[in-house]
Nanobody
C-alpha cells in the first residue's frame, strides 16, 4: 500500500484546509484509514480515523467540531477537512492505513504516507 498525502500549506488562524491522501491499492475499501500529525519536537499523535465503510469515526479531543474525516472508496482517497485552524495545529500531517484496526495509535501501523506540512500563523 502506497499513500500520497497532499493539501498542506501556510494559512492564517481561522482559515480552512482540506488534506487528501490517495492510496495505490486495489482493495482500498478494505482498509481503515487515519490521520496523524507531528509538530516540531513532539511525538507523532493521532488526529482522526475512519473505518473501511466510513461507519466508525474517531477524533482526538482537540480537533472535535473543527476537523472532519471522510473517504471516497471509489477514488481510493481519504480526506481531512480542517476548519477554524489554530497555530497549535501546525504540524506535518501523515495518513495511515490499517487492514484490521481503526488506526488510533502509531503502534503497529505498517502503512504511512510521506506527510504534508500545515502551518498556521497567528
Amino acid at each position: 500500500v502506497q499513500l500520497q498525502a497532499s493539501g498542506g500549506g501556510l494559512v492564517q488562524a481561522g482559515a480552512s484546509l482540506r488534506l487528501s491522501c490517495a492510496a495505490s491499492v486495489r482493495t482500498f475499501s478494505h482498509y481503515n484509514m487515519g490521520w496523524f500529525r507531528q509538530a516540531p519536537g513532539k511525538e507523532r499523535e493521532f488526529v482522526a480515523a475512519i473505518s473501511w465503510a466510513g461507519i466508525n469515526i474517531d477524533y482526538v479531543d482537540s480537533v472535535k467540531g473543527r476537523f472532519t474525516i471522510s473517504r471516497d472508496n471509489a477514488k481510493n482517497t481519504v480526506f481531512l477537512q480542517m476548519n477554524s485552524l489554530k497555530p497549535e495545529d501546525t504540524a506535518v500531517y501523515y495518513c495511515a492505513a490499517d487492514r484490521y484496526n481503526l488506526p488510533r495509535s502509531t503502534q503497529g501501523i505498517v502503512y504511512w504516507g510521506q506527510g504534508t506540512l500545515v502551518t498556521v500563523s497567528s
